[in-house]
């Protein structure tokens, strides 16, 4: 078994399409580091996250807006020989990618990275109420580096 790197948009996008969550890392300005699972929509380069106007999350990325936001929806497990320990891992495809978080504060852009969040979980249309919208706080990553790679891949002859 071998892992492979993909450097394909489709493929990519693919691999994130496939999450229903991702895992944002961040890290404090003493190094600490701080991860959370989130919902999330992705357009042209560009991920959208949502939460509380408020937070331990928020109180980091207001002193240190960098992130790494790892994304992997299926596992499976594989191995070369049932008696060889060592042989044994997961079949798996990740996508990784670091950029800085943009906090949006403009209503009707806003409006627009909640459709794209919801469209990552239904095609179904939305409409949010004013008092929604000025509540939530709607993160912005421009992403500035992206890797895609499967694990486990079988050895072509």
């Keep these: 078994m071998k892992t492979l790197v993909h450097v394909d948009n489709e493929q990519i996008e693919s691999v994130m399409k496939q999450c229903s969550i991702c895992f944002v890392g961040m890290a404090d300005t003493d190094g600490t580091p701080y991860v959370i699972p989130m919902n999330f929509g992705y357009k042209d380069g560009t991920l959208y996250l949502h939460s509380a106007q408020e937070g331990r999350s928020i109180s980091i990325l207001n002193r240190n807006p960098r992130v790494c936001i790892s994304f992997c929806p299926t596992t499976e497990l594989a191995y070369q020989n049932v ?75």
């Excluded at 008696?83 to 009707?108: K, L, P, T």
């Excluded at 409006?111 to 709607?138: C, H």
């Design 83 to 157: 008696e060889v320990a060592c042989s044994y891992r997961m079949r798996a495809s990740s996508v990784i990618c670091w950029g800085n978080v943009v906090f949006e504060e403009d209503y009707d852009k806003k409006v627009e990275a909640l459709d794209i969040l919801m469209k990552q979980y239904t095609d179904r249309p939305f409409t949010y109420g004013r008092p929604a919208v000025l509540n939530v706080k709607v993160w912005r990553v421009d992403i500035d580096e992206i890797t895609c790679k499967e694990f486990g891949a079988p050895y072509r002859r």
